[in-house]
């Protein structure tokens, strides 16, 4: 198994590797500099040395033609040991007339290669070489050439690379033990903001890690930088949605377990005083008649829970056709014929033209029988339920709104969640299982649609939905 590497590790490397480029870069890019810098200078000192000493020989030469060489000599001398740079006079084909060796560039050579001498017939030449091996190592040459009383006379400056090795030697020291002061420094700052830049990760990996043991309880702090921030705040949003479903899944299953439970229970002990002669058998069909109510409830709330589950999973695929609204308002009212009856309730709005739905006939249905069905439980006796179609582009507005005491502002944010039953609900409805609403929200934007409920205290509720009419091809 290949050993995993953490970020820290990975970032503090990355950036120490970085900063060691940097000054491996930094301290070549300076000694090139340097080095040119040198260069620049010793040409210019050695140019300005060999114009002074070129016209100094000259008028030696022309004023004393016996003694001049030693007063020449004796002046290359001073002036090698001042600049440590060697001077070497000779004559056109190359032979040594005088010179110096206080430099570097040790015993005087028996001849100048003469070829090399061109270089510095006109003006003040710089050149870097070892003059055709006259010399026993490359060196930085100035040279002239003077005529004086006819002969010609070549006049060069030596300084050999010993200085300028000494002279970046010196800088290169100097630089290292700057760098390695400064990268003590800087990769101790580096560890600590590595640390401390990293720090947030590893506390998204232990919250996950508690999260993912079931603590939902924690949260992520505010950080300095933009993009962990972003990411804490998207984590604790994350950290929230998790509890509240957890919270919905826990209320879910004690839901569900408890409307299987109470009827199972029911069901049980009615059988069981059946069976051991609690119940006498003249009274045994009542309570077969309440066992068989007991059952269809229990079979509502599997039916249900299947249904809900097809649609969250996306495994039930509407069979779209075209049909009147009307067909399944009024197969329902039908059914209820008896209850509309009893509480004398008024229908209204279903005198109204043909009005098309484009949708599944059959889960439609099923809509307009949980909201008639829940509209009938609630509508005071002698009041009215209401029917209104609104066209909107491709889809219409349905409305079912019905009299009667309404929804508090409290309970209207919770009537379509799951095995939510009002007070007064759990008073009234004692078969319901608290699905109906929250399977006909499913039907509905299955359909590409949106439903909606508003009430007033002792006046009304009204459910408001939307179904499409048209196919989406259709303009």
Known sequence: MNKKVSIFFKYFAICSAVILVSFVCLGAV???????????????LLEKQTRSLASYTRDRIEDNPAAWKALVTAEYERYAFDANVDFILCSDDGQIITGTTSGSIGNLPEAINAKSLE???????????????????????????????????????????DEQREYLGNLAELFIISAVMVLVIVMFLVYFMTLKLTSPVKE?????AKIGRGDFSVTLPEYSVAEFDQ???????????????????????????????TPMTSIGGFIDGMIDGTIPPE????????????????????????NLAKIEAGELEPNMQYFSVLEPIVDTLATFETRLDEKQIEIRGLDTDRINLYADNDLVHQVMYNLIENAIKFVDKGGYIEFSFTPQGRMTAISIKNSGEGLSEDELPLVFDRFYKTDKSRGIDKTGVGLGLNIVRSIIRLHGGEIMVRSVKGEYTEFVFTLPSKAKEEN
């Open 30 to 44: 300076l000694l090139l500099v340097s080095s040119r810098y040198f260069i620049s200078n010793e040409k210019s």
């Open 119 to 161: 270089a510095f017939s006109e003006g003040y030449n710089y050149v870097y070489g070892d003059l055709g091996k006259s010399l026993r190592e490359s060196a930085h040459i100035v040279g002239t050439k003077f005529t004086a009383n006819g002969p010609d006379y070549y006049l060069l400056a030596v300084s050999s690379q």
């Open 204 to 208: 998204i990996a232990d919250a996950s």
């Open 231 to 261: 990411l804490a705040n998207s984590f604790n949003e994350m950290t929230a949605n998790l509890k509240s479903y957890d919270t919905m899944r826990n209320s879910f299953l004690a839901n569900v377990s408890h409307e299987l439970r």
């Open 283 to 306: 009274e045994q069909p009542r309570y077969m008649k309440i066992i068989s109510s007991e059952v269809n409830r229990l079979a509502r709330l599997v039916r249900s829970m299947l």
